[in-house]
C-alpha cells in the first residue's frame, strides 16, 4: 500500500534520524531545509499519529510549503478509519470500525483535491416492534408521504409526524448556522448562540437536558427512543443526564453537513484516508509508519518528538508538534498530569451475510430496512432501562444497537462474485456497554453480549440471522465483534471512547486557543478526536490545527 511505500522510503533515507528526509521531499521544500545547532533537520511541523485527522493537518501544511514528517505506530496510515478484510479469503473490504461519514465538511475534500465522494441513503432508519400480538415498526424515508403514512400506520394520527416534522424543521435550522463554524476560529458562546438565533432551539439544544424535548414533544415510545438514539451513540449518558453529555453528541449527530445526513462512503472508509495519505505525500509530507512517538519535549518554540522503530530509537526535531492522540496519551507524551480517565460504551460487529434475512414485518422489504439505520431495542424506555442496568454493573438485558447495509448503498466494497451472488454486509453498533462491563473477562463478556444482541434481531426476523452468514475459507461464520477494551488495545482509544473523551461544546472553552486546539505548551497542538469540535470522521480538528500553525506564521 502507498503508506507502507512511504515507510520504507523513510526508513531507507532517514535511517535512525528524521532529519534526513528523503530526496525528493527535500527538492519539494527547498528553501525549507533547515537544520539546528547539532546539524538536524527542522521540520516545520510533526505529526503524531496517522489517523485521517493527522493526515489532514498533514496535507493542508504540505500544501501550503511546510515539511512536514507524520509518525504512525501502526504499519499502516488511516487509525480507526480504515478497511479491511476481517474474513479469511473471502473478498470483502469493510470499514472495520468507524463506517458512516456525516461531520466531514466538503471544504477539506474541496481544498486538499480528494479522490472521494459519499452516497445519500434514501431510507433513513427502520425501527421493528410487536404491538397487539403484530410484527410491525417505523419506516423513516423514501419521501414525506411514506413517512407520514409509516407514523400513521404505527401511532393511529398525524401527532407524531407533525411532531417529527417540527422537531427536525429545528435542528435542520440549526445543522445550516452551526456546522460553517466548526473550521472557523472559535466563536464564544454568546456569538454561537446569535448565530443560531432561536432561543427555543437554544434552550433544546444547549442548555435543558434533551429528554426535556423528546418527552414533551413526542408521546409514542418508539418514536421516543428513535429521537434518543442521536444522544447516546458512543455516549454512556441517560437521556436527562444534568452534565448534558447527552446533548452534545445529539448536537454533533444532526448538523453534520449542514443537513444531519448520515452518508455512505464510497469504497468504505479507508477510501477517505488512503486519498489522504496520497494527498499529503503528493504535496511532500513524509509519511513514516511503525515509528511510535514515546516523548515530547518543548521549551515553547522548537520541540524534540523521540520515536522507536522495530530496528532502533531517533529523535525528530520540529518547530510545531500535532498530536494526532487522545488527551490522555497527550499527557503521558509530554510529562503534563493527564486529564480525567475517559470510558467507551458500545460493542462493534461486522458481518458478511449471503443474503438479508427475512422480516417478521412482511410489509417492509429488508433491502429498504437494512439500507439507512436498523434500530434494535431502542424503545425510549428501553434505553433508559439499557443505562440503568449498566450503571448497577450489569450487561443490559436487552442490548440496544443500531444496523447497517453498506454494500446495499455501495456494492463496490464487495469482489464481483460476492455482488452476483447477493451477499450483502452488515455493521452493528451496541449502545450502553461501558468498558467497565468488560473488566472481568473480555472474551467471556464479549461473547455473552453478542449472544443477546443477536437474540434481540432474531426476535425481529422470519429467520434466525445465523442461517444467513456466510462462511470463511476455513468455514468460520464471517462475523466479527469488538468491545471498549478491543478498541483501546487495537487504536489506543483512552477506555475504547471513540470521542477520546466526552465531547465538547462548539464554542470557546478556557485553554483551548483561537481554534480549539492549544495546550499548555505554546507549539504543541491537539489535532485529534480530543480537540474542541472532534469526535467522528470529520478532519475538522486536523484542519483546524493547520490553520492554527499557518496563522501564527503569517503573524495572526
Not at 504499519?75 to 469493510?94: E, I, Y
Not at 429488508?366 to 448497577?392: D, K, S, W
Not at 464479549?446 to 444467513?468: F, G, M, N, V
Request: proline share 5%; aromatic share 6%; charged share 25%.
Amino acid at each position: 500500500m502507498a503508506a507502507h511505500e512511504g515507510h520504507e522510503a523513510y526508513q531507507a533515507h532517514e535511517a535512525h534520524e528524521a532529519h534526513e528526509a528523503h530526496e525528493a521531499h527535500e527538492a519539494h521544500q527547498g528553501d525549507h531545509d533547515r537544520r539546528d545547532h547539532r546539524g538536524r533537520r527542522v521540520f516545520d511541523a510533526v505529526v503524531v499519529g496517522g489517523g485521517h485527522n493527522g493526515l489532514v493537518a498533514a496535507a493542508y501544511l504540505a500544501r501550503a510549503g511546510r515539511s512536514v514528517l507524520v509518525l504512525e505506530r501502526l504499519d499502516h496510515t488511516g487509525g480507526a478509519a480504515v478497511s479491511t478484510r476481517p474474513f479469511a479469503g473471502v473478498d470483502a473490504r469493510l470499514s472495520r470500525y468507524s463506517y458512516l461519514v456525516s461531520l466531514l465538511p466538503r471544504k477539506i475534500v474541496r481544498d486538499l483535491g480528494l479522490r472521494f465522494r459519499v452516497q445519500g441513503r434514501t431510507i433513513s432508519s427502520y425501527t421493528p416492534v410487536e404491538r397487539g400480538g403484530r410484527a410491525t415498526g417505523l419506516l423513516v424515508g423514501g419521501g414525506a408521504r411514506r413517512t407520514r403514512e409509516a407514523f400513521a400506520r404505527l401511532t393511529g394520527g398525524e401527532r407524531e409526524y407533525a411532531a417529527w416534522e417540527r422537531f427536525y424543521d429545528m435542528t435542520g435550522r440549526v445543522a445550516q448556522r452551526v456546522f460553517p463554524t466548526l473550521t472557523e476560529p472559535l466563536p464564544t458562546r454568546e456569538e454561537l448562540r446569535r448565530r443560531v438565533d432561536d432561543e427555543e432551539a437554544w434552550r433544546t439544544l444547549f442548555e435543558e437536558p434533551i429528554g426535556v424535548a423528546v418527552e414533551e414533544r413526542f408521546a409514542d415510545d418508539l418514536v421516543r427512543g428513535v429521537v434518543l438514539t442521536d444522544a447516546v451513540i458512543g455516549t454512556f449518558a441517560d437521556a436527562h443526564d444534568p452534565s448534558l453529555r447527552q446533548n452534545r453528541c445529539f448536537l454533533y449527530h444532526v448538523i453534520g453537513g449542514g443537513t444531519g445526513a448520515w452518508d455512505v462512503p464510497v469504497g468504505g472508509m479507508g477510501a477517505l484516508t488512503d486519498a489522504l495519505a496520497a494527498a499529503a505525500r503528493d504535496a511532500g509530507a513524509v509519511l513514516a509508519t511503525g515509528h511510535e512517538a514515546v516523548r515530547i519535549d518543548t521549551d515553547g518554540r522548537t520541540a524534540e518528538v523521540a520515536y522507536r522503530t522495530a530496528d532502533g530509537e531517533g529523535v525528530a526535531v520540529a518547530r510545531h508538534v500535532l498530536v494526532n492522540a487522545s488527551p490522555q496519551a497527550l499527557a503521558a507524551l509530554t510529562g503534563d498530569a493527564p486529564p480525567a480517565p475517559a470510558e467507551g460504551a458500545q460493542l462493534k460487529v461486522n458481518m458478511l451475510l449471503e443474503r438479508l434475512p427475512r422480516l417478521r414485518d412482511s410489509s417492509v422489504d429488508p433491502r429498504e430496512a437494512f439500507a439507512g439505520t436498523f434500530h434494535i431495542a431502542e424503545g425510549y424506555r428501553q434505553l433508559a432501562a439499557a443505562h440503568a442496568q449498566a450503571v448497577a454493573g450489569e450487561l443490559p438485558a436487552a442490548p440496544p444497537s443500531e444496523i447497517y447495509c453498506h454494500s446495499l448503498t455501495d456494492p463496490s466494497i464487495l469482489g464481483p462474485d460476492l455482488v452476483e451472488r447477493g451477499y450483502q454486509t452488515l455493521t452493528l453498533f451496541g449502545l450502553h456497554t461501558p468498558a467497565r462491563l468488560f473488566a472481568r473477562d473480555n472474551d467471556a463478556v464479549r461473547e455473552e453480549l453478542l449472544r443477546s444482541t443477536l437474540a434481540q434481531l432474531d426476535a425481529h426476523l422470519a429467520e434466525p440471522l445465523a442461517d444467513c452468514l456466510a462462511k470463511d475459507a476455513d468455514g468460520r461464520p464471517c462475523i466479527e465483534a469488538r468491545t471498549p477494551l478491543d478498541l483501546e488495545r487495537d487504536l489506543g482509544l483512552p477506555g475504547g471512547n471513540i470521542f477520546h473523551r466526552d465531547l465538547s461544546w462548539p464554542y470557546a472553552q478556557e485553554g483551548a486557543g483561537r481554534w480549539g486546539v492549544s495546550t499548555p505548551h505554546a507549539n504543541v497542538l491537539l489535532c485529534g478526536a480530543g480537540a474542541v469540535r472532534g469526535g467522528g470522521v470529520s478532519g475538522v480538528p486536523g484542519h483546524n490545527a493547520a490553520m492554527a500553525v499557518l496563522e501564527e506564521h503569517a503573524g495572526v
